[in-house]
């Protein structure tokens, strides 16, 4: 843990918290509440708030971004912002484990890169930067490490369905082993490839997908199964 995490996470994101308390309760986890005797509150409540502030700000960005496209696809390039994996990568880049108050049984099972326990302390900033500061002082920050630096440039990718990653939450939510992916075969001349992967998923359940590049055929073979599974696999908005 950082010796002044308060403190050295307020001169990284560039934000003074008029109540660094906030701030303190964002980074201390509910193991650490528990093992201290004056019982810190923990970021629970916080991160609970954080969620509704990050989709709303979310939204009125990529509302404003793109004017002209339907609700669907704002809601799936929203979902993609501010689901587990892009949060993960965003809190992992933030260093934000290393800040975390975490009780000794965290600390020793590897707390500090765990996705779901990073993923709900971010969230928790969130919230702590909006009671401090209202959506002025979360909006900046939602800005800067978030969002895309290029919203129009990465439109393509926000708009489509991350079917590998609904597949995997599918798989978690039935506590089934993850996907597994694999090159069965490549086609066609060197400039110009055709990919097939081939995903065993479920019970055992294969599928095929095909595509011009690896991640493609990844998820055209995800695609694949959760339809077979049953799972949600439109393309329109």
Not at 148 to 160: H, I, K, V, Y
Not at 171 to 196: C, D, I, N, W
Request: with cysteine; charged share 25%.
């Amino acid at each position: 843990m950082a010796e002044n995490p308060v403190e050295q996470f307020q001169a990284f994101v560039g934000y003074q918290f008029r109540n660094p308390l906030l701030l303190l309760e964002a980074l201390t986890h509910s193991s650490f509440a528990q093992e201290s005797a004056d019982r810190p509150r923990d970021n629970e409540q916080l991160e609970f708030l954080g969620d509704a502030v990050l989709t709303f700000v979310v939204s009125v960005i990529l509302a404003a971004a793109f004017p002209d496209w339907e609700e669907g696809k704002l809601t799936r390039a929203r979902s993609h912002l501010v689901a587990a994996p892009h949060l993960h990568v965003v809190a992992s880049g933030l260093g934000l484990g290393e800040y975390l108050r975490l009780g000794r049984g965290e600390e020793k099972t590897g707390g500090r890169s765990k996705p779901a326990l990073l993923v709900n302390a971010l969230e928790a900033v969130l919230a702590a930067l909006y009671q401090d500061g209202g959506i002025a002082a979360a909006r900046p920050f939602i800005e800067r490490f978030i969002m895309p630096g290029d919203l129009e440039a990465c439109a393509s990718e926000l708009f489509s369905i991350d079917y590998k990653s609904a597949l995997q939450e599918h798989l978690q939510a039935g506590r089934m082993p993850a996907a597994e992916y694999r090159v069965v075969e490549e086609s066609g001349p060197e400039h110009q490839k055709t990919f097939t992967v081939e995903v065993v998923a479920g019970d055992n359940r294969i599928a095929r997908g095909r595509g011009s590049n690896k991640k493609a055929a990844e998820q055209e073979a995800a695609r694949a199964v959760m339809a077979e599974l049953g799972g949600k696999t439109e393309t329109n908005g």
